[in-house]
């Protein structure tokens, strides 16, 4: 076994629980599994059954009390909130804040939760709508600011507030807006995170923005209004490069995994860097795809003259591309030199290598 890897069963138990304290929700996310599958008939988490499972973790560091549901529903969550605080350093939930109500925004700060992450997804009302399912963004916004007025009153500095944000191409122009409103509102944390995709509602590959935005939304991110043609014409240079011009209209899901490959290298020149690192561009794809791939790390080389750095085991594309090869053995260096050094390497772990590669069964 190769160090640094965990053993099969570990030393101690977890330090780090994770409860879902309620099933219920009172969002209608249209990027969440909750909203269009019905798994399981609504139920709470008791405190009574928190207390059991906490007895089997003798040491807790940290509780986390969400999972698919809206933990303000839960009526018994304030005092799941203060038994953990007995037990861990933090105590932390996400929460839609739409029932954050006066009342329950005083009793949070006595409950001694630590961190309260309230999920947002918008700036405007007619955004959130549309994300969350139900017209609350002004209930939410007020119930925040109420949370963080009171802090202030009370002089406590937790929950640590913060808002989130699961960008997506629906709400991503709205983005500096939301950092305006966390300002606005009194709020000095704000995350984002990545649209993880189902094909459920909103949740599409189409709709996701991770390695994938487009120029024009970079553009209005660094605060400047795209020039629609000059984006047009980056965007067909680009594809150009990469060979994929009369494609360009083609949705995700039409591309094959090499097209998608070549998209991701355009979408990595885009932001024109001065090193490009391929992470196994050839796994996964049949062999004339592989020379594919490998004829265009060798153009894009040529044409851009930028540092490449390519992580594979596939030892004909690092022959045909690297000028210098590196191997890694169990986390070291055992070779560094060009392609015809590696093949006359005596070095036992290179011959090892060389030579279960050049069996049928390793092709
Ligand atoms: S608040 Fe959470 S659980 Fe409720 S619908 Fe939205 S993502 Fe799903």
């Not at 906490?54 to 933990?71: N, Y």
């Not at 309230?118 to 405007?124: F, Y």
């Not at 983005?175 to 909103?202: I, K, M, S, T």
């Not at 990469?242 to 020149?269: C, I, N, Q």
């Amino acid at each position: 076994m190769a160090t640094g890897m965990r053993p099969a069963v570990v030393g101690e138990l977890p330090r780090s629980l994770y409860l879902e304290t309620t099933n219920r929700c009172d969002s209608k996310c249209q990027t969440c599994v909750r909203t269009f599958r019905t798994l399981e008939p609504p139920a709470d988490l008791t405190l009574e059954r928190a207390r059991a499972i906490a007895e089997q973790f003798p040491r807790l560091d940290r509780v986390v009390l969400h999972g698919i549901g809206e933990p303000l529903l839960n009526p018994e969550i304030f005092a799941i909130i203060a038994f953990f605080k007995t037990r861990a350093g933090s105590v932390l939930f996400n929460s839609d804040a739409i029932s954050l109500t006066p009342g329950r925004a005083a009793r949070l700060i006595e409950s001694g939760l630590d961190e309260y992450r309230v999920s947002v997804d918008a700036a405007t009302r007619a955004t959130y709508r549309r994300v969350r399912g139900v017209d609350q963004f002004d209930r939410v916004v007020g119930n925040v600011r109420g949370l963080v007025e009171r802090q202030r009153e009370t002089s406590r500095t937790t929950p640590r507030v913060s808002l989130w944000f699961t960008a997506s191409r629906v709400n991503v122009d709205e983005l500096p807006a939301f950092v305006d409103l966390a300002a606005d509102l009194g709020v000095a944390e704000v995350y984002v995170q990545r649209l993880v995709f189902n094909d459920l509602g909103l949740a599409t590959e189409a709709n996701a923005l991770h390695g994938r935005l487009r120029l024009r939304e970079r553009a209005r991110l660094d605060g400047r209004e795209p020039d629609e043609e000059e984006v047009e014409r980056k965007v067909r240079e680009l594809l150009e490069t990469v060979e994929l011009d009369e494609s360009a209209d083609a949705m995700p899901a039409d591309l094959s995994t090499g097209m998608k490959r070549a998209v991701a290298v355009a979408r990595a020149l885009a932001a024109e860097p001065d090193c490009i690192l391929y992470d196994e561009p050839t796994t996964m794809v049949d062999p004339l795809m592989a020379a594919t791939i490998t004829a265009l790390i060798l153009r894009l080389k040529e044409k851009f003259r930028k540092t490449s750095i390519v992580v594979t085991h596939d030892v004909r594309l690092a022959e045909r591309v690297a000028d210098r090869l590196v191997m890694l053995c169990d986390g070291r260096v055992c070779f560094f030199g060009t392609a015809e050094e590696w093949q006359a390497s005596a070095d036992p772990e290179v011959e090892s290598f060389r030579t279960l590669d050049a069996m049928p069964s390793a092709q």
